[in-house]
């Protein structure tokens, strides 16, 4: 009987060693995988790596991981020289091929995400546009309001307002949202003032460019939601680092 309890004891010693350095292992891995995803993917920050599965260590023996999740920030969004920050992005990939060195990562499948606030939305439209959420009816569809005076968003733009177009109501329109080529949103109003459509359309549709996303992420589609628009995709063999 004390042979089997101090059996139990060392198995319980060893396990606890084992988990030890499992944690341990998978922090400098995680560490390790930021960095190169940084300098891979010409980050401007570091992003936060998160290895799932354990153990850890028989998953490097196989050269796979189950899942690798990156969070990443300080990602913009661009348009006509105006800047603004992307809530978030982040990416989940599953059943990641790996080297010894993680110099080398591929991800059998994966899903990416972006979202944007309205806020940010407003900073990056026209000056004197104001861009919120559309209700449930029309976020389905994608769109999103703009809002803002008509001769605000003339001037704003460098366009010349005669007087009888000051005294014009402000505008209210519906934009709807769709990504090209994975990084180009673009805003299209549905319906314009005809006195002034021509002039005003060059103003509210404007196309926004979202910057310094990885290489490994193909955002195709996008959902109006209460609090911004989020912007999501897939691929598969997707690059990690390298």
Known sequence: MRGLRIFLIIVVVLGGIFVAVDRIAVNVAENKAAEKIKSSQGLNSTPDVSIKGFPFLTQVLGSELDEVDVKLSGITASAEGRSVQLTEVRAELMNVKIDSSFSSAVAASATGSARISYADLTKSAPKGATVSYAGAERAAKGQVKVTGSISDLLAGS?????????????????????????????????????????????????????????????????????????????????SLAG
């Open 158 to 238: 460098g366009v010349s307002v005669p007087e009888s177009l000051k005294a014009l109501p402000p505008l209210t329109t519906y934009s709807t949202v769709k990504l090209e080529g994975g990084d180009h949103v673009k805003l299209h109003a549905d319906a314009l003032p005809a006195l002034v459509e021509s002039r005003l359309r060059k103003v509210v549709d404007y196309d926004l460019k979202l910057d310094g996303l990885p290489s490994s992420i193909k955002l195709d589609r996008t959902t109006a939601v209460e609090d911004g628009i989020e912007f999501s995709g897939t691929g598969t063999d997707v």
